[in-house]
Every structure is written in structure tokens, then in C-alpha cells.
């Protein structure tokens, strides 16, 4: 019985090895972020009048919600393409990777020092710096 047990060992300890890889820990960007108003900003390169006061209006609208199976949810005005995005995402060190289904990727840079992301959106007038804190 002890020649049966000692072989079975090394596959006990593969399949303990393998159980203790998989992170049942949930990733800390985990949830929904809000937009920032104040710091999300117009990097504008044809301003017209009027076009500030409805950027701070439109941005109100962007929300980002990263579930702990990878999946997201981007919402954003309308009129700036889907106003609802889904797909994956994934994470490193400086950034949120979301993948769109037949679609671009975005990418998101995190700032660390604050738990906030910035999204950059490409508009006929310029381009729109959102930026994401995430919520308690």
C-alpha cells in the first residue's frame, strides 16, 4: 500500500500546485469608475465657441464598470460613437486594456497615486481626456 501511495504523491502535489495558481483574489480595479468632471479636460486642436461648456456636459455620461470575470462595460455620450461598450479588459502596471468584440482595444492609463485611469477619446474637434477615479 505504500508503493501505491508514494507514486500517487507527485500527482497530489501537481494538483496542489495547480489549485494554488489559480487567484480566487479579485483584482483590485475591480468595479465601477465614475468620471472626474474637474480634471477631464478638451486637448482641443480646432476650438469653435460653445464646444468647452458641451464637453463638460457629455462627459458626464462616461462610466466604467470592470467585473471580476474580466468583462466590462464602458458607457459614453451618445453621438461619440456606441453609447455602450462591452467586452475584456485586463490590467498591468500603467494600464486597463479593454478589448471591444470586433472592435479596437482602448487603453487606459492608470495613475497609481490616486486610483485613477485616463481615457482618451478622438473627436472631430480635438481630443477629450476622461478621467476615471474608482468608486469606494
Not at 500527482?11 to 480595479?29: H, N, Q, R
Not at 453609447?83 to 471591444?100: F, M, P, R, Y
Request: hydrophobic share 35%; with cysteine.
Amino acid at each position: 500500500m505504500d508503493k501505491y501511495f508514494l507514486r500517487l504523491l507527485p500527482t497530489f502535489a501537481v494538483l496542489f500546485a495547480l489549485a494554488g495558481c489559480s487567484s480566487t483574489s479579485e483584482s483590485p480595479l475591480a468595479g465601477t469608475w465614475k468620471v472626474d468632471s474637474k480634471r477631464s479636460r478638451l486637448v482641443s486642436e480646432r476650438p469653435f465657441p460653445g464646444v468647452e461648456e458641451r464637453v463638460q456636459k457629455a462627459v458626464g455620461a462616461y462610466g466604467l464598470e470592470l467585473s471580476k470575470d474580466t468583462t466590462f462595460v464602458l458607457k459614453q455620450p451618445e453621438g461619440l460613437g456606441p453609447s455602450t461598450v462591452t467586452g475584456n479588459w485586463s490590467a498591468d502596471a500603467e494600464k486597463i486594456t479593454l478589448t471591444v468584440a470586433n472592435g479596437p482595444l482602448i487603453e487606459l492609463k492608470l495613475d497609481p497615486k490616486d486610483n485613477s485611469c485616463t481615457y482618451r477619446q478622438r473627436l472631430p474637434f480635438g481630443e477629450l481626456d476622461v478621467v476615471l477615479v474608482k468608486s469606494p
